[in-house]
T-cell receptor, first 113, second 111 residues
């Protein structure tokens, strides 16, 4: 039973480019969460999605960031026109029930140069 | 006030020592509580859930005090492999129920 799969593991983008981060939840998990961890900081909630629905995006920056979880395929976190401050580890997690603990993917480390 | 507050440490302890971490949370509507462990530059991993009655898993014991909004983790007989950052995690409550992570307490177990 594969865990939460994230790709790519490492992503380098130049300022102004777009970054697309993908996450496939664990089999049977319909709740997906994205978190960002800046260097030397804690995990910050970004967005919570269920299939085809954004449930809570209170942690998403208002501009340049978007997320989706289509009926088919992985969840995508999209960052347009990246800036140096977007450099961070982005973790995706999934759960079978919203009251249970999450299982995390191994993260995507985004570096903006 | 931070939603979840932890002492960042570091806690430097010798092998075999007992160490305790504390955490406070601000949202009285929270229903679920966890301790996660994060090794350097890796993903957080669920260590244990925390229940009002307290729970134990081998060398690890977790306690919850709802009245004081306080959570603790006790590690007995520390091993070198216990060295990591320990994250106190609380659900936000309400419809979204997102998990809020503390910034973590760094534990370094010395030989």
């Amino acid at each position: 039973n594969a865990g939460v799969m994230q790709n790519p593991r490492h992503l380098v983008r130049r300022r102004g480019q777009e970054a697309r981060l993908r996450c496939s939840p664990m089999k049977g998990h319909s709740h997906v969460y994205w978190y960002r961890q800046l260097p030397e900081e804690g995990l910050k909630f970004m967005v919570y999605l269920q299939k085809e629905n954004i449930i809570d995006e209170s942690g998403m920056p208002k501009e340049r960031f978007s997320a989706e979880f289509p009926k088919e395929g992985p969840s995508i976190l999209r960052i347009q026109q990246v800036v140096r401050g977007d450099s961070a580890a982005y973790f995706c997690a999934s759960s079978v029930d919203r009251l249970e603990g999450y299982t995390f993917g191994s993260g995507t480390r985004l570096t903006v140069v | 006030r931070k939603e979840v507050e932890q002492d960042p440490g570091p806690f430097n302890v010798p092998e075999g020592a007992t160490v305790a971490f504390n955490c406070t949370y601000s949202n009285s509507a929270s229903q679920s509580f966890f301790w996660y462990r994060q090794d350097c530059r890796k993903e957080p991993k669920l260590l244990m859930s925390v229940y009002s009655s307290g729970n134990e898993d081998g060398r690890f014991t977790a306690q919850l005090n709802r009245a004081s909004q306080y959570i603790s983790l006790l590690i007995r007989d520390s091993k070198l492999s216990d060295s990591a950052t320990y994250l106190c995690v609380v659900n936000y409550g309400g419809a979204t129920n997102k998990l809020i992570f503390g910034t973590g307490t760094l534990l370094a177990v010395q030989p």
